[in-house]
């Protein structure tokens, strides 16, 4: 059965820093799509940042490109997004998803017009609040 395990939520100051973490164990993550996104309460999931299988492909929603950072590890079946600067807005409950496609497809997701449902794998989330 595939699975993806986020980790690293918290709750934080803003200004502050948090990594989280994707594990994919069963995957063969190259061979995988994966983003984050998020859901703040009342609010609809958002896309936050993806990472193709192509490797130097990766995209970011407006409100946090320059703040957040995705990348991958195939070899330990693990994507982290790192997020600087983190603003009370950032708050929400943080998903990792996951979908197959062709090794080295350039295929993020994020901004595709299928959106979220384009994902088939999803994670339980990890909830991130910035706050004092």
């Known amino acids: 059965q595939l699975q993806l395990v986020e980790s690293g939520g918290a709750l934080v100051q803003p200004g502050g820093s948090l990594r989280l973490s994707c594990a994919t164990p069963g995957f063969d993550l190259e061979r995988y799509a994966v983003a984050w996104y998020r859901q703040a309460p009342g609010k609809e999931r958002e896309g936050v940042s993806c990472?193709?299988?192509?490797?130097?492909?990766?995209d970011y929603a407006d409100s946090v490109r320059g703040r957040f950072t995705i990348s991958r590890d195939n070899a330990n079946k693990v994507v982290h997004l790192q997020m600087k600067n983190l603003k009370p807005e950032d708050t929400g409950l943080y998903y990792c998803?996951?979908?197959?496609?062709?090794?080295?497809?350039?295929?993020?997701?994020?901004?595709?017009?299928?959106?979220?449902?384009?994902?088939?794998?999803w994670g339980q989330g990890t909830q991130v609040t910035v706050g004092s």
């Open positions: 990472t193709a299988s192509h490797l130097q492909v990766t």
């Open positions: 998803a996951a979908e197959r496609v062709d090794k080295g497809s350039a295929w993020c997701g994020i901004h595709s017009a299928s959106g979220a449902s384009g994902f088939r794998y």
